[in-house]
């Protein structure tokens, strides 16, 4: 009854949460291909969650609120204070359903997570010596391959925002998997290491990496066909999944946060977004 009481009570909140989930839904369905059928040059899946973020931005503009904070009603403006931040989540979530990405922005974004890369793959060169003496040659032989993995990336990336050509983007592809195979590893083996400190640095360090790696290969991800990223996943043998037990939702989230300039709760529903992004891919 309590659940009942506050849909009664609160409309415009259960309003908004019921929008935000018809939009994050839609997201889903699209990622997986499923469109409901056509509807002029769109789909209905497209459609619907146009529909659900442009009613938000209504209620996040509804003028009742105003006339309320008028007569002291102070529980209305902060109602319309958090209206106004859903419809700011709901606009700064890259849904895969939006259009207006082009291959150069994607492959700009790409170029320019490679600084974090490079400063994450340093990270992980000096996180040996903070650990347990038996412990340094597990996580340095777990992440020998790192320091050329990412120099290569970022040549390709560099080389595919020059020229965006399928030749380019297939070794762009192959690079990107590559690299997230050995990440998925590192993590197993990281996880293996008794010392509880140990094992924290290991895995934080290596995580910073892998955050990284996630956010390129979805922007790959974006701009490869269903073909290319079907083969992408077939040649992903160490899936996501089998190492998102060892995964921080929140540090992920604070180095999206820090590299887009954005509030940690709004990177914590990207992160979620992309990493699910590319697991119903098959990675």
């Not at 056509?38 to 529909?51: E, H, N, Y």
């Not at 020998?144 to 592809?173: E, H, M, R, T, W």
């Not at 924290?200 to 290969?217: D, E, N, P, S």
Request: glycine share 6%; with cysteine.
């Amino acid at each position: 009854m309590s659940s009942i009481s506050n849909i009664w009570n609160h409309p415009k909140t259960s309003a908004a949460g019921l929008l935000i989930a018809v939009a994050s839904v839609a997201g889903v369905l699209s990622q997986q291909g499923v469109s409901l059928g056509k509807v002029g040059t769109g789909t209905v899946v497209s459609l619907a969650s146009a529909l659900a973020t442009a009613l938000l931005g209504l209620l996040a503009k509804d003028p009742g609120a105003a006339a309320n904070q008028s007569a002291g009603a102070n529980g209305a403006a902060s109602q319309q204070a958090k209206l106004g931040a859903w419809m700011l989540i709901a606009l700064l979530i890259p849904l895969p359903w939006m259009q207006g990405c082009t291959t150069t922005s994607v492959a700009e974004n790409i170029v320019n997570w490679t600084p974090a890369l490079q400063s994450a793959v340093a990270t992980v060169d000096s996180t040996a010596a903070l650990l347990a003496p038996a412990d340094a040659p597990i996580f340095t032989a777990a992440t020998i391959g790192f320091d050329a993995a990412s120099n290569v990336l970022v040549a390709q990336a560099k080389a595919y925002l020059a020229n965006p050509s399928a030749s380019v983007l297939a070794q762009l592809q192959n690079q990107i998997v590559t690299f997230q195979q050995q990440v998925n590893t590192a993590l197993l083996q990281a996880a293996k290491i008794v010392d509880q400190k140990s094992q924290q640095h290991a895995l934080a360090a290596i995580q910073g990496v892998g955050t990284i790696v996630t956010a390129i290969l979805a922007l790959v991800q974006s701009i490869s066909t269903k073909a290319q990223v079907a083969r992408m996943a077939s040649d992903s043998s160490l899936k996501l999944a089998a190492v998102e037990p060892y995964l921080n939702e929140s540090q992920s989230a604070e180095v999206v946060a820090a590299h887009y300039g954005e509030p940690v709760s709004v990177a914590r529903m990207q992160v979620t977004q992309a990493t699910q992004a590319v697991m119903n891919a098959g990675f």
